[in-house]
């Protein structure tokens, strides 16, 4: 083994020297995170790593073979490029195929990987410990954690094609308990850097909310007009947006695909002006602005590679109005190319309106805090399946009046949107049950009309 290794510029510039193929993609992907966790209303570990992986996809004729590596020794990566031109030999003609993204190199394409240091977590430490020291007046316990990563792409093709790109996340998540471990609450938010995060004012909505819990009630399944926070609201319409495939749904084989044949571009959902999009570019959720696919599937190619990413609207003003396309199925049926960003922002919502202006607005319904363990239980009308946890409040004349059990919830985010009856102003938020691959959304709260408790939940 070579004592000798490589830097992600040279990994991909090594890589693509030594193809032999029709087309070469090769990017490299540097991740440098820290961490800090926490149980007991007391910090208990912390930790810092690098880490390094890359891929190169090797194009023979319409066919393409991926081979995915963490060396950086130069014979490992030769020897990765060799697999994956045997790989794409053995592969049949991809449905996919297209002629590699051309361009030229980013200014800073040869730059080392972004740095990264604790520093980051120099504002949240006070705060936690302020939110420390509350808990334990209130008699109440924190456990959670805070990440927080600095991904570095490189990414390179034989056509020339040099960009690289930073993208920083960040996720602090805080579960606050009662003294006995009867009642529990929780919250998360979405940061690029932490200055935007106070544990302490986390931890005291949450003490709030587990005050509310003092009072317990027992409700039946059933359909309540409910309010639900943007992280629930995030993890409903994330689904819708991994599911707007254009392939999919003009071969009728999704929610998208009308029972007639075609699909349902045009559909109006709801009279709300409401518009779900995914953006690069909008902040402070900015996202990797070029495509980084190391294989294909319905909404992303690996002849893509490095295709600019912009806006892609799927529904507009209420009305579905655009689908995921790769180059090949936008020029399979006519379309403009829309990958989609690593974001999502649900926009439309009243901007005077909070969510507490929402629970204001109910005669009696439900408040909750977050959903979780959600499945696809029907794909063609997007029938999703999961539990409420971590508080479920009933709300009578506008007021929070105690904690009711958990539920397993029916329902489709399109009847979500159908269903819609108020909408705040979006907001930054985490989605919970993706908070560890989807970080980046902007979604308002929702009041939505009968939405179906399907089951009395015993989880806690």
Avoid at 120 to 135: C, E, T
Avoid at 353 to 367: F, I, K, W, Y
Avoid at 398 to 423: I, K, Q, Y
Wanted: proline letters at 5%; charged letters at 20%; a negative charge.
């Amino acid at each position: 083994m070579s004592t000798v290794t490589y830097t992600p510029p040279q990994i991909v510039e090594r890589a693509l020297a030594a193809s032999r193929s029709d087309g070469c993609v090769v990017a490299v992907t540097s991740t440098r995170t820290a961490n800090i966790r926490w149980a007991n209303s007391t910090v208990t570990t912390s930790g810092a790593t690098e880490a390094l992986s890359w891929f190169v996809v090797a194009i023979v004729g319409k066919a393409a073979g991926t081979v995915e590596s963490t060396s950086t020794d130069p014979a490992d990566i030769e020897d990765a490029v060799r697999a994956a031109e045997q790989a794409a030999r053995d592969a049949g003609p991809a449905r996919d195929a297209a002629d590699l993204v051309t361009g030229t190199a980013d200014d800073d394409f040869a730059a080392a990987p972004e740095p990264h240091s604790f520093a980051v977590y120099d504002q949240l430490i006070p705060s936690l410990a302020r939110a420390f020291d509350a808990s334990k007046t209130a008699d109440q316990i924190l456990y959670g954690f805070a990440r927080h990563e600095v991904s570095t792409v490189h990414l390179g093709t034989s056509t020339g094609l040099r960009r690289r790109w930073v993208q920083p996340t960040g996720t602090v998540e805080v579960n606050a308990k009662s003294a006995d471990l009867s009642r529990s609450a929780w919250a998360g938010q979405s940061t690029n850097d932490f200055s935007d995060v106070d544990v302490a004012s986390l931890a005291e909505s949450l003490s709030v909310r587990l005050g509310w819990a003092q009072r317990s009630l027992d409700l039946p399944a059933g359909r309540y007009d409910t309010v639900l926070p943007p992280t629930a609201v995030a993890d409903l319409m994330i689904y819708q947006a991994w599911s707007a495939g254009a392939r999919p749904a003009f071969e009728g084989r999704s929610a998208f695909s009308a029972p007639s044949g075609g699909t349902k571009l045009g559909e109006r959902l709801t009279d709300l002006p409401l518009t779900l999009f995914a953006d690069s570019s909008v902040d402070p959720i900015r996202a990797t602005p070029f495509v980084v696919a190391a294989g294909s599937g319905d909404e992303v190619s690996v002849f893509d590679n490095g295709a600019p990413i912009g806006r892609a609207e799927m529904v507009t003003d209420g009305v579905i109005s655009g689908l995921l396309h790769t180059r090949a199925s936008a020029a399979e049926y006519g379309a403009a190319f829309s990958p989609m960003a690593d974001n999502l922002v649900l926009a439309g919502g009243d901007p005077g309106l909070s969510p507490t202006d929402l629970v204001a607005g109910v005669e009696r319904g439900l408040l909750l805090t977050s959903l979780w363990y959600i499945r696809t239980v029907d794909p063609m009308t997007l029938l999703l399946t999961g539990l409420t946890r971590d508080g479920v409040f009933l709300v009578e004349n506008g007021e929070v009046v105690g904690a009711v059990n958990n539920f397993r919830f029916n329902m489709s985010p399109l009847d979500v949107l159908r269903r819609a009856h108020t909408v705040s102003a979006p907001e930054r938020a985490l989605p919970r049950e993706w908070s560890d691959w989807f970080t980046r959304t902007s979604m308002p709260a929702m009041r939505i009309d009968g939405f179906n408790m399907s089951s009395v939940s015993q989880a806690r």
